[in-house]
């Protein structure tokens, strides 16, 4: 009954200062930015880019699935940012490309300044941000698969590898919005 009571209020005061003018105050004067699809086909372009559990892609729209707003901090890669999710909360959100194959996830990480340094799967600070458009500092281009369950997933190829064309490729584009 004492760790229900002390969980019970643990969570009433996340809940708390995820509410607080703290929480709030660390948004102001930041740039948020919405990210949409460019190109690929009618069904893509101008979509906007949503999370489906933690991947990143186009899921339609409504409440089911979180549009994807972030904002940029300063990456210790020089010309890139590491690009966090808005809204701001207790743990820290950010995008990132997954994998090691030709293709990459593009996903949702969390405490991403957790991960090990010796971590090559999950590429987390190498965003680009310029001409209104994503770019990730390795090489390749944005591609969309269709999903089985409707929609597209995104991902980023590597463009090297030889592989059976069954993806579209797209720009990301991002747009600032209020926050």
Not at 43 to 67: C, F, N
Request: proline letters at 4%.
């Amino acid at each position: 009954m004492k760790w229900t009571n002390t969980i019970l209020s643990l969570a009433f005061m996340a809940k708390a200062i995820m509410a607080s003018p703290f929480v709030h105050n660390r948004a102001n004067g930041i740039d948020v930015y919405k990210l949409t699809v460019s190109g690929g086909n009618r069904e893509l372009d101008g979509q906007v880019l949503r999370m489906k559990a933690s991947k990143i892609g186009v899921y339609g729209s409504g409440d089911k699935y979180m549009t994807v707003k972030v904002y940029p901090a300063s990456s210790e890669k020089p010309g890139c940012n590491t690009l966090h999710t808005y809204p701001i909360g207790i743990v820290d959100h950010a995008i990132a490309v997954n994998g090691t194959g030709a293709f990459r996830d593009f996903i949702d990480v969390v405490q991403p300044a957790g991960l090990s340094a010796s971590n090559t799967m999950t590429n987390w600070n190498s965003f680009q941000m310029s001409e209104n458009r994503l770019k990730v500092d390795m090489g390749g281009k944005w591609v969309a698969f269709p999903d089985p369950d409707q929609g597209w997933n995104v991902k980023w190829f590597d463009g090297k590898s030889m592989v059976a064309q069954d993806y579209i490729p797209i720009t990301i584009k991002y747009t600032k919005v209020d926050n």
